[in-house]
């Protein structure tokens, strides 16, 4: 005879998957930067910089930070300024960084040694305007 799941687990199961997706979610979110608005960029690195998520093939025998910004170096002319243009480094899933870029930068990384893509980066919301059932119309759920 076949056992029926406890009712804890149906319950707590999809509220457990529910609370790993946003928790994955608010990981990926970038840093901000103390007194700088949204999207703003500072003279220095550009005003038409925008933030890019990196992908890289690095070498197992390489520490990915150290590899991230020696790459990031050779287009944005030293380390100190790839290490102020790093907002996260990607370890786990896949291996890469993102950083603020401008189009010439984005064009000279997309061509050095190791660097796989380098793609603009998205911001999705779990909840669009009208809350939960927003967000399932914009999904089509609803």
């Not at 005003?47 to 990031?72: C, K, S």
């Not at 380390?79 to 102020?84: G, I, L, S, T």
């Not at 907002?87 to 189009?103: D, E, N, Q």
Request: overall charge negative.
């Amino acid at each position: 005879m076949m056992k029926t799941p406890s009712i804890r687990i149906v319950f707590l199961l999809p509220a457990f998957v529910f609370f790993l997706l946003v928790s994955v979610l608010m990981a990926e979110e970038p840093t901000k930067i103390p007194d700088q608005a949204a999207g703003e960029v500072p003279e220095e690195v550009g005003g038409d910089a925008a933030v890019h998520i990196v992908y890289v093939d690095r070498p197992e025998t390489e520490e990915a930070e150290a590899f991230h910004i020696r790459t990031l170096a050779s287009v944005v002319g030293s380390e100190e300024k790839a290490k102020d243009a790093v907002i996260y480094h990607y370890t786990h899933a896949a291996s890469g960084f993102s950083a603020k870029l401008t189009p010439k930068q984005v064009e000279e990384l997309s061509k050095q040694p190791g660097v796989l893509q380098v793609v603009p980066s998205q911001t999705y919301t779990l909840f669009g305007p009208g809350g939960t059932r927003g967000a399932a119309r914009t999904m089509g759920i609803l």
